[in-house]
Nanobody, 126 residues
Framework: QVQLAESGGGLVQAGGSLRLSCAAS????????MGWFRQAPGKEREFVAA????????LYSDSVKGRFTISREDAESTVYLQMSSLKPEDTAVYYC???????????????????WGQGTQVTVSS
């Protein structure tokens, strides 16, 4: 059974940093694309970042580019999202997701992903 478990969310002041983690189990993590999405209250879930399996190529939404960094540690079956210069508009539930492809295929669409974590709350105060 495939499971994704996020951790690291919390409350932080604007300008601060947080690192989210997502641990995967039940499959060969190193073969697949991993992504992060977020959903703020009253809004649709939106793409944040993705990372490829082989060459570690990354992709970011314009809203987080330059502030967030996605990375992965295949030996630990874990993907990370380092968030810096946080803004109140970054407040959301953050989800990690796994796409059973080795290369990017519509990674900005949540329908492309096969497995999802339960989410972790990030709250940025002004």
């Amino acid at each position: 059974q495939v499971q994704l478990a996020e951790s690291g969310g919390g409350l932080v002041q604007a300008g601060g940093s947080l690192r989210l983690s997502c641990a995967a189990s039940g499959l060969t993590f190193s073969s697949y694309v991993m992504g992060w999405f977020r959903q703020a209250p009253g809004k649709e879930r939106e793409f944040v970042a993705a990372i490829r399996a082989n060459d570690r190529r990354t992709l970011y939404s314009d809203s987080v580019k330059g502030r967030f960094t996605i990375s992965r540690e295949d030996a630990e079956s874990t993907v990370y999202l380092q968030m810096s210069s946080l803004k109140p508009e970054d407040t959301a539930v953050y989800y990690c997701a796994l796409d059973r492809h080795e290369y990017f295929t519509s990674v900005m669409r949540d329908a492309s992903y096969d497995y999802w974590g339960q989410g972790t709350q990030v709250t940025v105060s002004s």
